[in-house]
T-cell receptor
Framework: QQQVKQSPQSLIVQKGGISIINCAYE??????FPWYQQFPGKGPALLIA?????SEKKEGRFTISFNKSAKQFSLHIMDSQPGDSATYFC??????????FGAGTRLTVKP | NAGVTQTPKFQVLKTGQSMTLQCAQD?????MSWYRQDPGMGLRLIHY???????DQGEVPNGYNVSRSTTEDFPLRLLSAAPSQTSVYFC?????????FGEGSWLTVV
């Protein structure tokens, strides 16, 4: 039973476009929502994270939007670049350090 | 600045064989964990440790053992390898909710 559901499974975007990846969670005890970026042959690395006391967090071209009532959050990549091509994982955890990951989205940005 | 180091990078095992994936971190983190990554399944927690001498099971612990004798090391043992354990394994350490992953170990069981 997947506690964090992520979509789409794969995404192709033109250079300069906006990439949007969505996640939904079930456990209302989750209070930390990170996104991890993984390049081929490498381990995932933290990209950006949000807590439910804010509805949006922006770092450069990357923005997390958070909707607590709908139990959904999303990653927006503005002005997508070929170097952004990677697999993105959303995740959620509560105060017990038990991080649950989504299934991942493979993003391809075409030049 | 090594971070989390895993060995080996690649391994092929025969069904029934046992092996140990090594993991070491140099960040003095108390929390360490092992994940497996399978297509369409994301990252699933196998075992974790909140400090030396303390380990616990995650989502998918069957067929795996761990121990934590020191803060730095957290080896993962496959007791009797099965084809279903073909996967990419990531060791990680954590601090304040941030997970630092190793580069992965690709394991094939034939």
């Amino acid at each position: 039973q997947q506690q964090v559901k992520q979509s789409p499974q794969s995404l192709i975007v033109q250079k300069g476009g906006i990439s949007i990846i969505n996640c939904a969670y079930e456990n209302t005890a989750f209070d930390y929502f990170p996104w991890y970026q993984q390049f081929p042959g490498k381990g995932p690395a933290l990209l950006i994270a949000i807590r439910p006391d804010v509805s949006e967090k922006k770092e450069g071209r990357f923005t997390i939007s958070f909707n607590k009532s709908a139990k959904q959050f999303s990653l927006h990549i503005m002005d997508s670049q070929p170097g952004d091509s990677a697999t993105y994982f959303c995740a959620a955890s509560g105060n017990n350090n038990d991080m649950r990951f989504g299934a991942g989205t493979r993003l391809t940005v075409k030049p | 600045n090594a971070g989390v180091t895993q060995t080996p990078k690649f391994q092929v095992l025969k069904t029934g064989q046992s092996m140990t994936l090594q993991c070491a971190q140099d960040m003095n983190h108390e929390y360490m964990s092992w994940y497996r990554q399978d297509p369409g399944m994301g990252l699933r927690l196998i075992h974790y440790s909140v400090g030396a001498g303390i380990t616990d099971q995650g989502e998918v612990p069957n067929g795996y053992n761990v121990s934590r004798s020191t803060t730095e090391d957290f080896p993962l043992r496959l007791l009797s390898a099965a084809p279903s354990q073909t996967s990419v394994y990531f060791c990680a350490s954590s601090y304040k909710n941030t997970i630092y992953f190793g580069e992965g170990s690709w394991l094939t069981v034939v």
